[in-house]
């Protein structure tokens, strides 16, 4: 049993044609080199192409441009192999400086760093013509058994990639041929078949799909199961394995793991940079709002986190012990659509530290708290209170999917001037959809320059 194709995607040609092509722009540069020295650099030279050679596949492995189930763009292709060739280049000149070899030999670095991605591009583009427009031998011949949509989207897709497959039959579920085993097994008998493609939609279309493809096991012929399952407006999807199970994994929240590993440890360096350079403002807020009203210093206020976990946010008092009994006398007031938040112009439950340390958000900082304990991330979606949650709809649940954030699109764009509550369940969702650490960054920049301005602040 081949329980560890882990290769059976991996286009080891390419990969090979890649090194002869990167071979040949050395052979080519050093005779460039030649022709504006008058010499060439040669054999003590070669362990430049063998460190571009490495970093540059390595880097085309990562970007699947070896997968033959990628698609090949010529964009694409283009962009991949100039990030490869620039990350090889970068490689080779930071061995150069740090080494001191080739000091007379910069510009042979250059040219063939150009030239590596000038014949590797031209080799892919040329490869993607030829199959485009030149049928050859090789071919992988199949049976294809779905419904006809299904199977011109799937020659559509295997078009833009460097698979070699051809749909020779093709037959529906309805068919007299696969109603039975046996019935199978004497069509695939009578012509040439090297794979059977199946398309599992998840219905009784499919029923006999487990014993029409023990019957290909059986006789030694591959197998491929098109995922014909519906799609989602939110979600994004993949396909892993847990043992022996493929898996199906539809997701509508951020899910690179990598790229939020470097976001937790953005929030907890943050965090801790944040209560350290705060620290005179946290002495000086304390005593001002102890001696401006009676009470405490922190207010902690039960906020809903991701997927709807409880926590405890803090934030510095800027209202009167008396607060929250006073809200319902100002219900009438409220100025934000739709009533899932609260918010009233010249609220008489504010104190006049309070109105201060609210014009300047200096009442959010301890939430750098709440993110060191990782209720909160320093950029995300508005933490709500049980209460609007209580009154959330299915597509408001979504806003809470995700840790919520001391800042995000929503706080700077303006806070106090949006009162819609769809509104900010859009800039929400905006944020989810759209996350990356770039965005983040970009955020946190802009909350600065929001915080200075003082605009949009209650």
């Known amino acids: 049993m081949h329980k560890k194709n882990y290769t059976a995607n991996f286009n080891t040609k390419q990969m090979l044609i890649d090194s002869v092509a990167i071979f040949s722009a050395f052979l080519f540069s050093d005779g460039i080199y030649y022709l504006m020295r008058g010499f060439f650099v040669g054999i003590p030279y070669i362990w430049i192409f063998f460190l571009y050679t490495t970093v540059f596949v390595l880097t085309m492995i990562v970007s699947r441009m070896y997968n033959i189930t990628t698609f090949c763009y010529m964009s694409r292709i283009i962009n991949r192999s100039f990030a490869a060739a620039v990350l090889s280049g970068l490689c080779i000149g930071t061995v150069v400086f740090f080494t001191g070899h080739l000091s007379s030999s910069r510009l042979f670095v250059l040219l063939f760093g150009f030239f590596g991605f000038v014949f590797v591009t031209i080799c892919r583009l040329a490869i993607r013509w030829m199959k485009k427009n030149v049928i050859g031998n090789g071919y992988t011949h199949i049976l294809f058994i779905g419904d006809v949509e299904t199977k011109d989207q799937f020659l559509r897709f295997i078009y833009k990639t460097s698979m070699k497959i051809r749909v020779d039959n093709h037959i529906c579920y309805d068919d007299p041929s696969v109603t039975n085993a046996r019935s199978f097994e004497n069509m695939l008998k009578s012509f040439p078949v090297e794979e059977v493609v199946f398309v599992y939609c998840g219905t009784d279309v499919c029923k006999n799909m487990k ?96 997927n709807g976990k409880p926590f405890k946010m803090y934030k510095f008092r800027s209202m009167y012990m008396d607060a929250d009994e006073r809200k319902k006398e100002f219900m009438a007031q409220n100025k934000m659509k739709g009533g899932f938040m609260f918010k009233i112009d010249n609220d008489p439950r504010i104190t006049r530290v309070g109105a201060f340390i609210r014009k300047t958000s200096i009442d959010e900082l301890p939430q750098f708290i709440n993110v060191l304990l990782q209720n909160m991330s320093l950029v995300g979606t508005r933490p709500p209170t049980p209460d609007e949650v209580e009154r959330y709809d299915r597509e408001h649940w979504r806003r809470i999917s995700i840790k919520p954030g001391i800042t995000g699109i929503w706080q700077t764009s303006g806070r106090s001037d949006i009162i819609d509550f769809d509104e900010v369940v859009k800039l929400d969702k905006q944020y989810i959809d759209e996350w990356s650490l770039t965005l983040d960054i970009k955020l946190l920049c802009k909350t600065v320059s929001v915080v200075l301005k003082r605009s949009g602040a209650a």
């Not at 399952?229 to 394995?241: A, G």
């Not at 929030?267 to 209560?275: F, K, N, P």
């Open 211 to 306: 014993s029409l493809m023990g019957v290909c096991d059986e006789m030694g012929i591959t197998v491929r199961v098109v995922l014909d399952l519906p799609d989602f407006p939110n979600s994004k999807r993949f396909v892993s394995s847990i043992g022996t199970y493929p898996v199906l994994t539809y997701h509508s929240i951020p899910y690179d793991k990598v790229s939020l590993f470097f976001k937790l440890v953005m929030d907890i360096i943050g965090a801790i940079v944040g209560l350290v350079l705060f620290s005179p403002v946290f002495l000086v807020t304390a005593i001002a709002i102890k001696l401006d009203s009676p009470g405490p210093v922190f207010f902690a206020q039960t906020r809903i986190g991701m």
